[in-house]
């Protein structure tokens, strides 16, 4: 999908203006980009000024992100079922963003909690955004979230703010990270 130009559900310009509300003066920041691909977003995180790492499992998709970056940019290639990052320093990251990546993953709950509990700085935050999918969907199609999924992802966090878009069918999910 990489390599093709393909892309499911590309950013919605009324996801970026939600971004931006919810996370103005973010520069100097240190972000991850979970799930990055190509890495459009993770290329916008750096032109907000955040000092921000992206991090994919997929090579073809890293070297696309590497070749459109003008300036070198930390990309990591790793499969985050599998665990936390190579030079990760625990609890250092202000803001994990994962767009249409954590339901790809084998144990989305797990990844959750890791980012809660190793990735994030007390408060830090995560912004994830998802397809809402129907149970139907999430039986039959990879990726999406259901409304069941959706409603637990604030569990074990101090603060949980969801925005359904209007002009895609995805959910976006602010997470607060305890305070201590
Ligand atoms: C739908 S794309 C979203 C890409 C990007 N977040 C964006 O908004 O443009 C999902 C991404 O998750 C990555 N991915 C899926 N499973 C993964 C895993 N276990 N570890 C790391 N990346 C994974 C895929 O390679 C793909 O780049």
């Not at 093709?4 to 203006?17: I, T």
């Not at 990844?111 to 994030?120: D, I, Q």
């Not at 959706?150 to 959910?171: F, M, N």
Request: aromatic share 8%; with cysteine; charged share 20%.
């Amino acid at each position: 999908m990489a390599t093709s130009g393909v892309y499911l559900h590309p950013l919605a310009a009324e996801e970026l203006r939600l971004f931006e509300q919810r996370f103005p003066g973010h520069r100097g920041k240190k972000a991850v980009d979970a799930g990055c691909g190509t890495g459009d977003f993770t290329r916008y995180l750096y032109a907000s000024g955040m000092d921000v790492t992206g991090i994919d499992w997929s090579p073809s998709s890293i070297t696309l992100a590497r070749q459109a970056t003008p300036c070198p940019l930390p990309y990591v290639i790793h499969d985050l079922s599998l665990g936390d990052p190579p030079g990760l320093i625990a609890r250092s990251v202000d803001l994990v963003v994962c767009r249409q990546t954590v339901s790809l993953l084998d144990d989305p709950d797990a990844f959750l909690y890791r980012v809660r509990t190793n990735w994030l700085r007390a408060g830090g935050q995560l912004y994830l955004s998802e397809v809402r999918a129907t149970d139907h969907e999430a039986r039959t199609l990879r990726g999406g979230m259901t409304e069941q999924h959706l409603a637990r992802l604030g569990d074990g966090w101090a603060h949980a703010t969801r925005y359904d878009l209007t002009s895609q069918r995805v959910a976006c999910v602010i997470l607060r990270s305890p305070a201590s």
